[in-house]
């Protein structure tokens, strides 16, 4: 069945250094999602990626697609406390399938 | 709106009892999924929902069961526990499944002991 995989599984950053995770699926993907899980908390929905190569941004968040549809990265820049926290892709084969969930990045800030 | 709403938020089963968890959500979303997270597993679907009266496995189904009576409740039901099912257990919602992003409850904190 379809695996999704995440790199590196932890990262520790001095505040103010950059971070990027990377999400790779064993199988082309129609679109992928990323999540943002606080410790103690739930998931909650950062961004959907659709087309090979997008790439979009949200303040210091940066989100790309890899252009044969098989991978993704999530690249922070300038790293905050508020950044903490567990980062999720996930990511599906096609409409109508359900998401598979990576194992997720847990990022943590030092201030 | 409340979102997705989950109860309770801990609770601690012996071997061999049965519970409900509860999930119900006020957005009027026809997608209502339930998910258990284990430490450093990510997320795991047990059972989903496209609708009232709808319901399927997900990839982790054995030990539970689930019903959907009406749009806004999704109840998971846990038959005998076993400490295989200590985990977290996530509900979300959705409207659709063109991928406009989960909502997701609070989640329950269980402990089979």
């Known amino acids: 069945g379809q695996q999704v995989m995440q790199i590196p599984q932890y990262q520790h950053v001095q505040e103010g250094e950059d971070f990027t995770t990377y999400c790779n699926s064993s199988t082309t993907l129609s679109n992928i999602q990323w999540y943002k899980q606080r410790p103690g908390g739930h998931p909650v929905f950062l961004i959907q990626?659709?087309?090979?190569?997008e790439v979009k941004k949200q303040k210091r968040l940066t989100f790309q697609f890899g252009e044969a549809k098989k991978n993704s990265s999530l690249h922070i820049t300038a790293t905050q406390t508020t950044d903490v926290g567990t980062y999720f892709c996930a990511g599906r084969a096609n409409y109508g399938q359900n998401f598979v969930f990576g194992p997720g990045t847990r990022l943590s800030v030092l201030p | 709106n409340a979102g997705v709403t989950q109860t309770p938020k801990f609770r601690i089963l012996k071997i061999g009892q049965s519970m409900t968890l509860q999930c119900a959500q006020d957005?009027?979303?026809?997608?209502m999924y339930w998910y258990r997270q284990d430490p450093g597993m990510g997320l795991k679907l047990i059972y989903y929902?496209?609708?009232?009266?709808?319901?399927d496995k997900g990839e982790v189904p054995n030990g539970y069961n689930v019903s959907r009576s009406t749009t806004e409740d999704f109840p998971l039901r846990l038959e005998l526990a076993a400490p295989s099912q200590t985990s977290v257990y996530f509900c979300a919602s959705s409207y659709s499944d063109r991928g406009e992003g989960y909502t997701f409850g609070s989640g329950t904190r269980l402990t089979v002991v």
């Open positions: 957005m009027n979303h026809n997608y």
């Open positions: 990626l659709v087309k090979s190569g």
């Open positions: 929902s496209v609708g009232a009266g709808i319901t």
